[in-house]
């Protein structure tokens, strides 16, 4: 039934990147000159592509919602970037990467995509150095590494908790550089509305001026959408405010089919939810399962004491305590990979161990590695038998110097000193590894139309590793696009300027303004976050963390009929006009409405668990792995590509089938 | 708790704006100071009144959206955090809280309390990169080792957020520190030397140009700045700078 094709080149694993390249066509400079593309988004996927595009020759417009192409979320990212440079001399190399990633993903990518990924994941960091990008470096003056959940080598380079940051002014300033050369026009405060496809090829896009509500028609030879996940479904999750399925999704209705909207990832340390004015969640690094452990009380009387406030999680001896991700997964302890990870502490919590006032909460230690590095550093200092209280300040110091910023951002937050009582932690909603389907070319299936980065689904499979996300965004990015869309634009230059006064370029512009006028006259009652909230809760509970047919089902339904009542019952203040934020929002909920109704079917379809999709129905019932997820390779062994057709209910399932010719699938133990 | 909010409103870039008074209840501690904004726009949208607009988008201290004046701080009063770190524990049951936009010639106002910062933007056009193209087709990331002290300094220069709290803190609007912060990161590394003259000259001119006001050296920007960006960063911007100019 499938008519997918992956385009995968011939020939072994490790050559099909370079032969690749060596066959495609390529565009002469001046032809260059000639030929526009439009970047949506500008992150790591997007301000890298756009830079490197204009680089190359290409005339670029960038579009981004934000004031600066600074303040793309992938700033938000703390942790670290992947690659396989083995400067530790600990056993890495692209194998082993492009090993850990299909694992760490629960063999649910596709093969070819992630060995490129591996394969270019050295020159991104090369790239990065060159730019002036500040990695954290050892005393010898060479680049440090930590570890990283899922893996068993140290191939993480980092800066400080805010990797992504210093990853994404590098690319913001590689676009600079072009900007003051006049090779980018950024649009910001720009959002991009719909696709136009003339020919049945992507030719441009329709774009709303967020400051004087104009719409705007803008044409290019190819578009490339690099417009981040669409977590927000979700309402809380880890994402900016702003983050949005919009560009996604109306690609999607013009014909680019959706993959896998159900793999979400649900990150096991966020700060926990406090109370019903929340409006997002806070990620606390994976980073810092380097060094913390992550416990619940042994008994229920302490959690239940806890719980009351009437003990202190210090007041708990060893004893007292389950480290339990240390006693089911001996061989990773406490960095088995997110899903692992998340799916153990809500099972501790649903049990009643949690420990905040809401139950919803495991405690992340760090009194053992203060004592650890403490004792080390004492000995390093000729001091060998140091006080109790000066191993703690040693201690303490190695520890700030690690994590400082992110401790600090925990106390603001929650008001507590996590160098004095352990950080409560709570899974939340992070990463969509969804998204366009995408062949190796990193095209969509509308012609001229690609995705990169966390837009696309294609490399991280059922799970995304840590430190993966701004790899792939920055591969994408620097590395990969810019070889295959040369090859797709080397039959364009003769196309000349594509003109914007056509029929389809009105018709898609009456499209919009047409959804506007609905939504400002829609006139109701409640406000577009009243919605976006009850979708949320519907997604959480429905097809969070553990999903059932059953739920799945009603989920379907509920989201169904909440859509009608939004589109009834909305009210949207002020005027189209101008700058109006509800109005953007309702635009971005609007289409949240519709994909999470397909996120809901896609969870239903896969009857198996993979990585973040659970399954309950889907359990291992014996042998040593037993209460485990259970994956089923005989019968789902594919990627699910659907095809828009009205109500997401109606989406057409077309099967990608994932073929293994390099790894062998066994169950994903971390034991 | 119960408080008064005396925001300032103003419909766009051309219009006169004014205060206007909010009295708003239920206000918990644990909630941020644009959860407390939130509450208040859930009011004005059920009165059917315009909400109040405001720059904010990650809400954990890093993308440099959130951009408010208040009582007279930027980001309010506590230290080393942005708006949408400050969490209402910092306030007090009954208090008056005045909320404007960052204030700054080159700083525009777009709407209520959001502002054009894209001066910004054009500081860095002007020479906040290393021209280096992204064919991936440098030397090793490990061929040239950097002083682990100079790389930590860059790092804690490149920390900048771009957030313009440095600019409506000083009362010369001056966008030294924003500046100096990228002159200096890049004048820590080694990549940065060979374009270390341009790149200064370059970056003060526009910044110059954009309208920023001069430095007096008050240090309000750094006891102001999010993320504790120290003033020495403009002093070796200073030092860049003229030799750069001697070299002419």
Redesign the interface.
């Known amino acids: 039934m499938s008519t997918l094709d992956s385009k995968i080149p011939e020939g072994p694993l490790a050559d099909k990147w370079t032969n690749y390249k060596n066959k495609i066509n390529l565009v002469n400079p001046a032809n260059k000159r000639n030929i526009d593309i439009i970047v949506v988004g500008t992150g790591l996927a997007g301000g890298s592509a756009a830079a490197t595009l204009a680089e190359l020759g290409y005339n670029v417009k960038t579009f981004c919602y934000q004031d600066s192409p600074r303040r793309a979320h992938s700033i938000a990212a703390q942790g670290g970037i992947n690659a396989s440079k083995n400067y530790q001399g600990d056993g890495d190399s692209d194998y082993r990467l492009f090993y850990d990633t299909v694992k760490g993903g629960d063999y649910r990518s596709r093969e070819a995509n992630v060995y490129r990924l591996a394969e270019v994941s050295g020159s991104i960091i090369d790239q990065c150095v060159a730019q002036g990008v500040p990695f954290a470096r050892e005393y010898g003056g060479l680049l440090d590494n930590r570890s990283f959940g899922g893996v068993l080598v140290s191939r993480t380079f980092y800066a400080k908790g805010q990797t992504g940051q210093q990853l994404l002014l590098g690319a913001y300033s590689a676009m600079n550089r072009q900007i003051n050369r006049g090779k980018i026009q950024a649009f910001n405060r720009h959002e991009m509305l719909d696709v136009v496809k003339v020919d049945g090829k992507a030719r441009g896009i329709i774009a709303r001026n967020l400051i004087t509500g104009e719409i705007e028609r803008h044409s290019a030879h190819a578009v490339v959408l690099a417009s981040g996940g669409y977590g927000n479904v979700f309402f809380l999750s880890t994402n900016a405010m702003g983050s949005n399925v919009t560009a996604g999704w109306r690609a999607h209705r013009r014909g680019a089919y959706f993959a896998n909207p159900c793999y979400t990832q649900i990150h096991p340390t966020c700060i926990p939810v406090s109370g019903d004015h929340q409006s997002k969640l806070t990620l606390m690094s994976e980073s810092l399962r380097n060094d913390g452990r992550i416990w619940v009380p042994k008994n229920m009387e302490d959690a239940v004491a806890i719980r009351e406030g009437k003990k202190k999680p210090t007041d708990l001896s060893e004893e007292e305590r389950d480290y339990y991700l240390e006693r089911r997964y001996p061989a990773f302890g406490n960095l088995v990979p997110r899903d692992v990870a998340s799916r153990a502490a809500k099972e501790c919590c649903d049990a009643g161990f949690g420990v905040n006032k809401t139950g919803e909460a495991v405690y992340l230690d760090f009194a053992s590695a203060i004592t650890r590095y403490g004792k080390e550093q004492a000995l390093i200092q000729g001091n060998h038998n140091p006080t109790d209280q000066e191993v703690y300040d040693l201690g303490r110091d190695v520890i700030e110097t690690k994590y400082g910023n992110l401790f600090q951002m925990y106390e603001k937050i929650v008001d507590q000193n996590p160098y004095k009582t352990p950080m409560m932690i709570y899974p939340a909603v992070h990463y969509t590894m969804g998204g366009l389907w995408v062949d190796y070319n990193l095209q969509t299936t509308v012609e001229g139309l690609y995705a990169t980065g966390e837009c696309n689904f294609s490399d991280h499979g059922a799970n995304r590793l840590g430190a993966s996300a701004l790899m792939q965004g920055l591969a994408d990015g620097y590395f990969v696009l810019p070889y295959t869309i040369g090859d797709y634009l080397s039959h364009d230059i003769r196309t000349g300027k594509i003109p914007t006064d056509t029929p389809e370029f009105e018709a898609a512009e009456k499209e919009v303004t047409d959804r506007i006028d609905k939504l400002m006259n829609a006139a109701g009652t409640h406000s577009v976050d009243y919605y976006h909230k009850i979708l949320g809760k519907i997604m959480w509970n429905k097809c969070g963390m553990s999903r059932n047919a059953t739920d799945l089902a009603s989920a379907i339904e509920e989201i169904s009929a909440l859509r009608k009542d939004f589109w009834a019952n909305v009210r949207v203040p002020g005027t189209a006009d101008g700058l109006n934020q509800e109005l953007e929002k309702a635009g971005r909920v609007a289409d949240f409405l519709e994909l999470g109704e397909l996120f809901a079917k896609d969870a239903l379809d896969r009857n198996e668990s993979a990585g973040g999709h659970y399954r309950e129905e889907s359990v291992e019932l014996d042998g040593p792995q037993k209460g485990e997820a259970l994956r089923d390779d005989e019968n789902y062994k594919y990627v699910s590509a659907w095809e828009y057709k009205g109500e997401p209910k109606d989406a057409v399932l077309h099967k990608e089938d994932l073929v293994f010719e390099n790894i062998k699938l066994v169950t994903r133990s971390y034991k | 708790m119960k408080l008064s909010l005396k925001v300032w409103r103003q419909q ?1 870039a051309q219009s006169k704006g004014k205060m206007v008074t909010y009295p708003i209840d239920g206000i ?1 501690g ?3 100071f ?2 407390m904004m ?2 208040l726009n ?1 009011q ?3 009165k ?4 109040v ?1 405001f ?11 959130c951009s408010l004046q208040i009582n007279g701080q930027p980001h309010g009063p ?1 230290r ?2 942005t708006t949408c ?1 400050l ?1 209402m ?1 910092t306030f007090n049951d009954g208090d008056e809280i005045v909320i404007e936009p960052f204030r700054a010639k080159a700083f525009p106002v ?2 209520d309390l ?1 502002v ?3 001066a ?2 054009r500081i ?3 020479g ?15 061929a ?5 002290a100079d ?2 300094e ?2 804690y220069s ?2 900048c ?2 957030c313009g709290a440095c600019v409506a803190a000083c009362k010369n609007a001056s966008a030294m520190l924003f500046t100096a912060a990228k002159v200096s ?2 004048a820590l ?1 080694p ?2 030397q060979v374009e270390a003259s341009t790149r200064v000259l370059n970056m003060v001119e526009q910044m110059d140009k954009e309208g920023f006001g001069n430095c007096t050296n008050t240090g309000a920007c750094e006891i102001e700045c999010p993320k504790g960006i120290s003033l020495e960063n403009i002093a070796r911007m200073n030092r860049e700078y003229l030799a750069a100019s001697a070299k002419g």
């Open positions: 766009n918990d644990d909630m941020s644009l959860e939130d509450v859930e004005l949208n059920d059917g009144e315009e909400p607009v720059d904010h988008d990650c809400r954990e201290g890093i993308c440099g959206s506590d080393l955090v770190q969490h524990r777009i709407k959001m054009d910062r894209s910004f933007d860095q056009q002007a906040g990169y290393v021209s280096v193209n992204t064919s991936g087709n440098t030397i090793d990331a490990n040239t080792p950097i002083d682990k790389a930590d860059a790092f490149a920390a957020i771009g990161q890049y590394l990549q940065g």
